[in-house]
């Protein structure tokens, strides 16, 4: 159907990340209002292992498809490019119908079903959110935006720049079957990053956790230049930026299931974390493959390592800014 093909695809993957952003916020408030007392980052993680999990399941499929269908990166024709990429997309339907399952089979939390015991229940959330939680809003937004800046250029930007043309200048030459070799390894670091945020998190407190996190993510940003310089770098360097990467991502995005709803009074927790977790991924995803692209160009990697910098200081600034939440009673919010 032409144009329309690609057309639709982009509107669908829209659709996919607005439910995304209702689907993690719902995910996020179930474990978190339903932790123990000191232990709700614990509890909050495990939402935050479906992005790892299904990286590895999206990526390891990939990979099975190029090595069975041999296929080579930049082939036009072939059966991957024919058929064989369509499988993934297929193939997530199974999930979609596991996860209609699970939600048939949920009750509202204890947290929200005293609010609506009490009668303290929204009609419309969306203006009440913007109309007495509109500061919350704005901080959790840019608490988050340098953890989805962070994950997609480790991701997509560095799939991009590692099997770009070494030869012509746009990247590290890598095949592309070697990459998803190494994105499966180094997102294990991501898998054990994330639980730790959940215990460091809820030992030393929200504010102080993220600042030291924030600080390391920039030290990071310093080195892309010297992991990524393509007159040196190769698959092993490349490996251990990514695992670097990875693992910082675990330990800042483990966290913030429980720190996006703790800032919310209740009768607008859902709204309020799912709309800053959508303008996050907006601000913070949405525009940085480009910017790092256009970036790399004209400059070379040091400059995308600048920008992840500039990025994580907004954050920070917001980190320093909201209030500690490790202990409040999200019951008296």
């Known amino acids: ?63 099975i498809l190029v090595l069975g269908l041999d296929h080579t990166h930049g082939e036009p024709g072939g059966a991957f490019m024919t058929w064989g990429w369509r499988v993934p997309f297929l193939l997530s339907s199974v999930m979609v119908a596991i996860g209609l399952y699970v939600r048939f089979k949920l009750e509202e939390t204890p947290v929200f079903q005293d609010t609506l015991d ?93 600042t030291v996190v924030s600080v390391l993510v920039l030290f990071y940003a310093c080195a892309f230049q010297a992991f990524l310089d393509p007159a040196t770098s190769g698959e092993v360097k490349a490996g251990i930026f990514l695992g670097i990467g990875m693992f910082l991502m675990g330990l800042i995005f483990g966290s913030m299931s429980a720190v996006l709803p703790e800032m919310f009074p209740t009768n607008v927790r859902y709204t309020g974390s799912g709309i800053a977790y959508n303008v996050s991924s907006i601000l913070g995803a949405a525009v940085a493959p480009f910017i790092a692209v256009a970036l790399a160009t004209a400059y070379g990697p040091w400059a995308v390592g600048i920008y992840l910098a500039v990025v994580v200081l907004i954050s920070l600034v917001a980190i320093r800014l909201m209030p500690e939440t490790k202990d409040s009673d999200l019951y008296s919010v």
């Open 118 to 210: 009490k009668g303290e229940d929204v009609k419309v959330p969306t203006v009440e959110v913007f109309r007495t939680a509109w500061r919350p809003l704005i901080l959790g937004t840019f608490v988050m935006v340098s953890t989805y800046t962070l994950f997609y250029l480790v991701t997509t930007w560095f799939l991009s720049f590692g099997i770009g043309d070494r030869e012509a200048g746009e990247g590290l030459g890598i095949p592309y079957n070697h990459f998803l070799v190494i994105q499966l390894i180094t997102v294990m670091f991501f898998v054990v990053g994330i639980p730790l945020a959940g215990y460091l998190s809820d030992t030393v407190g929200r504010r102080r956790y993220l």
């Open 1 to 63: 159907i032409g144009l329309w093909a690609p057309a639709l695809l982009a509107l669908m993957r829209f659709c996919q990340g607005l439910g995304l952003g209702g689907e993690w916020s719902g995910a996020a408030l179930l474990a978190t209002e339903n932790a123990e007392d000191g232990k709700r980052a614990r509890a909050a993680m495990w939402p935050q292992l479906g992005a790892p999990f299904g990286f590895i399941l999206a990526n390891g499929l990939f990979l």
